[in-house]
């Protein structure tokens, strides 16, 4: 398969509705809702959790932690709990994290278990911006959750964001992308798909699916 008929005709729409939720994805007190966005490398899924957090408050955005080391203007506890990998060690064998997985073949990132479950028990609509890999970790542990699967408007824009944010090495650019076409041949497995064209249209259509009773149809 070429990485161009990776990508389905599907990421044209803006927001396309796969399996779906029967139940309604409903979770802890006042009916919150945990959702969960994963997508390929470069995709932006951090651009678009990161307007979410600025403009929607409301809406609680978990802090997942990492053992790689933080990006010129990244800030612990905000984007990453940034910990050694004897912390992360630490935190798996005590079973504190929701899910974790090794990332591109390097770090490792996780999500704090406790913090999820204590913002659905207040009732608070949560989102976690999370890798495939750990997305299928939340689907095996909380199947009721919602997930969300962030696509690039095309292959070519796909690599030009990851080249042009110029964070990596060319080697590590390499992985990423032979990770990226893995990454997007799984969109199938995901409730939801968003293309993200743009940023505030791709974050206005999360916001108003996480805020929905169900899924269904499009929008």
Same mark, same amino acid.
């Given at each position: 398969m070429t990485q161009t008929e990776l990508m389905p005709t599907e990421l044209e729409t803006g927001v396309d509705t796969g399996k779906g939720s029967t139940d309604g994805g409903q979770a802890g007190a006042g009916g919150a809702r945990l959702t969960v966005l994963a997508g390929p490398t470069a995709v932006g899924k951090g651009t678009v959790a990161a307007d979410? /957090? &600025?403009?929607?408050?409301?809406?609680w955005i978990s802090?997942? %932690?990492?053992t790689r080391k933080a990006r010129p203007g990244e800030v612990h506890?905000?984007?990453? $709990?940034?910990?050694s990998d004897e &912390?992360?060690?630490?935190?798996?064998?005590?079973d504190e994290l929701l899910e974790w997985a090794v990332v591109h073949k390097a770090a490792r990132y996780g999500t704090p /278990? #406790? #913090?999820? $479950? @204590?913002?659905?028990? &207040?009732?608070?609509? %949560? $989102?976690l911006e999370? @890798? $495939?890999q750990g997305a299928r970790q939340v689907r095996e542990t909380m199947p009721e959750a919602h997930f969300v699967f962030l696509a690039p408007p095309s292959w070519d824009e796909l690599v030009r964001r990851l080249v042009g944010r110029g964070t990596e090495t060319p080697e590590e650019r390499e992985r990423r992308l032979e990770t990226a076409t893995l990454e997007l041949a799984s969109e199938k497995e995901f409730d939801v798909t968003i293309v993200n064209a743009s940023v /505030? &249209? %791709?974050a206005d259509q999360l916001?108003?699916?996480? /805020?929905?009773?169900?899924?269904?149809?499009k929008s």
């Open positions: 979410i /957090r &600025e403009r929607f408050p409301e809406i802090v997942s %932690a990492t506890g905000v984007h990453y $709990l940034f910990v &912390e992360f060690d630490r935190m798996i064998a005590a /278990r #406790q #913090q999820v $479950l @204590d913002k659905l028990a &207040e009732g608070r609509p %949560a $989102l999370i @890798d $495939l /505030r &249209e %791709a916001v108003k699916l996480i /805020r929905s009773p169900n899924i269904s149809g």
